[in-house]
């Protein structure tokens, strides 16, 4: 997080980093393709939610995408049969999504480690089998289509325009995690990962913060999945299919687990490699983002964003007594450079 | 009544898959502590490589039986020196990640050279007529398959539980520094190992050849569903994985006959009163859960 990699700067680059965020989110769509833009704004935001529970409470979910595809149908049929304004659409879809993450989560916080991202995956591949029989209400295979983007009567049928529609959905989202994560809460969250028995013997409640965390991040992951129904006008069962768990899961990776501008990150490199791969014709993507993935697994643990950090305290670090600081040598093994910031 | 016993016979087949690849998947997962992602699209290697040699190089389905799981044991063997070794020391759910990983560019790899649509292959000529079962007649290969998937759990089993190979590979699973301490060399055995577990996927991929539809997808859907076969029998738990499997086999075809809406998700719904009952499985034992 950026109070991270702040920590060791001066306040004032603090509001930089941020401003330029903000500046690179805005300007996105005269620099690259809108509906990519979009695509990128929808993604950074599941990413970055997934983070909340991959990075920040030690949970791997690998069934995210029930809640961004179960999100993006409720999105496109809010939109598609009550001529809500969008937005109105979207927060359904989020809502659902929390709906749907309460008796997810309430099983799977039972288990811990590589069960949990076994059974969410199973969990997750319900809810595709449901969207795939319930042909009525999803459209089965042929998904929904024709979605509209309705907002009060104005005309946001060019990408362009609706990119800056949509993106203060995203930006709501990202500031939402940005105060979980920074809330007395949130470090509960990180105490719970670094030492959950610890945790515990303080007097926290482990499984029911565990469960608020996953439905929160469920709900921001289904805010951004209808948008994303909404700005591609359709909602398909790949939504819900594990490949779409997998692909956010290795944006988290690819950013830096437990950074949550670092899965930001993640999700544009992974949004335009995909769509470079597809507009130039080349059959076969999940050959060149599975060996991406593995190579990063492999030989780049802590991600983009850990790496800049790393780069970053390491500096900071000599600069101030000429000693590398012991940040950078964080455990690799580790979900994440702990904030460990134990309740007082 | 003839239908009922008929359903039951189909539930036993395929629950004979999951028990053949959540055997894998738990032996794998007991000597190394990964849990391989990638056993789907093992599976689906196993299938394609029966078929390739027989379109190929003419080798026949009893052939393929022995080379494609030798091939794949090889394989898996590769994989685990240059790539899973890498990440022993670290958490497991990297080595999960690096498995999804390899499943996209296995899966896709396929898909890439073969298409999506799906690939005849014939019944060995043995096994193409019907057996006269009593009340009813039954497909001979799928007796086989049923047959051989029996026969190959009890065989496992056999050396995991009366061999001096497979004392050692429980040991090391239980007790890994313990079992080094002993003067037992536990490395020795992790390669060979995993080799075996993909190897069993790939000879379940070979018996699913001649009656599942062979293409690239065949093993993603089927390893969620083994995750939640393993999950209800409790991962590590050889024995549950293997039960747990064709219990669920056989509710799964029974659950088709009588509500064929829940045909599906039914093993998801199982899956999830087990978490409610013990977290850890039917056979798994606290020590499972890390």
């Given amino acids: 997080m950026i109070r991270l990699l702040v920590r060791h700067t001066e306040p004032a680059t603090r509001y930089l980093l941020l401003a330029a965020g903000l500046l690179i989110a805005l300007a996105l769509p005269w620099l690259i393709y809108p509906p990519v833009a979009m695509d990128i704004a929808a993604w950074a935001l599941f990413a970055a939610a997934l983070d909340l529970l991959l990075g920040y409470t030690g949970l791997l979910s690998f069934g995210h995408a029930a809640f961004w595809g179960s999100a993006a149908y409720a999105a496109g049929l809010i939109a598609l049969h009550s001529g809500l304004p969008f937005p109105v659409a979207v927060l359904g879809g989020a809502g659902l999504a929390a709906l749907l993450a309460l008796p997810i989560g309430y099983l799977s916080v039972r288990t811990t480690g590589i069960y949990f991202a076994m059974v969410t995956l199973a969990f997750a591949q319900m809810i595709y089998f449901v969207a795939n029989q319930w042909r009525d209400v999803t459209g089965g295979e042929n998904g929904l289509q024709g979605i509209p983007r309705e907002l009060f009567g104005l005309d946001l049928s060019d990408p362009f325009v609706f990119y800056y529609a949509g993106l203060p959905i995203v930006l709501f989202g990202l500031f939402c995690l940005w105060r979980v994560v920074h809330s007395p809460f949130g470090h509960v969250l990180v105490a719970i990962r670094d030492n959950p028995a610890r945790a515990r013997a303080i007097g926290y409640p482990v499984d029911r913060y565990k469960l608020l965390a996953f439905v929160l991040s469920a709900a921001l992951s289904g805010l951004a999945g209808g948008l994303f129904a909404i700005s591609h006008g359709f909602a398909s069962l790949q939504e819900v299919y594990w490949t779409t768990s997998g692909k956010a899961v290795m944006m988290v990776v690819l950013g830096g687990i437990g950074t949550l501008w670092g899965s930001a990150v993640g999700a544009a490199l992974v949004v335009q490699l995909e769509d470079y791969l597809s507009t130039s014709g080349f059959n076969g993507i999940g050959i060149v983002t599975g060996t991406v993935f593995v190579l990063v697994v492999l030989l780049f643990r802590q991600g983009l964003w850990g790496a800049a950090r790393k780069l970053g305290t390491r500096r900071a670090g000599s600069r101030r007594d000429g000693r590398a600081s012991d940040v950078s040598a964080a455990v690799e093994a580790q979900p994440a450079p702990a904030s460990s910031a134990l309740p007082r | ?290």
Wanted: glycine share 12%; aromatic share 12%; proline share 5%.
């Fill in chain 2, 1 to 290: 009544m003839t239908n009922f016993l008929q359903q039951c016979f189909n539930g036993l087949v395929s629950g004979g898959f999951y028990a053949l690849l959540a055997l894998g998947l738990a032996v794998i997962f007991g000597m190394l502590g990964v849990v391989n992602f990638a056993h789907g699209a093992f599976f689906m290697l196993g299938a394609f490589g029966a078929y390739l040699v027989l379109v190929e190089a003419g080798v026949p389905f009893w052939a393929a039986l022995v080379v494609v799981p030798a091939a794949l044991f090889v394989l898996g063997a590769i994989l685990e020196r240059t790539l899973i070794r890498r990440l022993a020391p670290f958490d497991p759910l990297y080595n999960f990640l690096l498995t999804f990983g390899l499943t996209l560019v296995l899966q896709d790899a396929v898909k890439r050279e073969y298409g999506v649509q799906s690939q005849p292959y014939p019944r060995p000529a043995e096994l193409a007529g019907t057996l006269d079962l009593g009340l009813f007649d039954y497909p001979a290969y799928q007796v086989f398959v049923l047959a051989a998937s029996v026969v190959l759990c009890a065989v496992v089993w056999l050396v995991l539980t009366r061999t001096r190979i497979g004392m050692v590979v429980r040991a090391a699973t239980e007790r890994p520094e313990l079992t080094r301490a002993l003067g037992i060399n536990v490395g020795r055995w992790v390669t060979p190992v995993f080799g075996f577990g993909v190897a069993l996927a790939g000879l379940a991929g070979v018996l699913a050849a001649p009656m599942r539809a062979v293409n690239p997808l065949m093993g993603a859907d089927l390893i969620i569903a083994v995750f939640a076969v393993v999950v209800i029998g409790g991962l590590g738990s050889v024995f549950g994985s293997v039960l747990a499997g064709f219990a669920i086999g056989l509710l799964q075809a029974l659950g088709n006959l009588y509500v064929p809406a829940l045909s599906q998700t039914l093993i998801f719904i199982i899956m999830a009163g087990v978490l409610l009952w013990r977290p850890t499985g039917l056979f798994g034992r606290e020590e499972a859960r890390t």
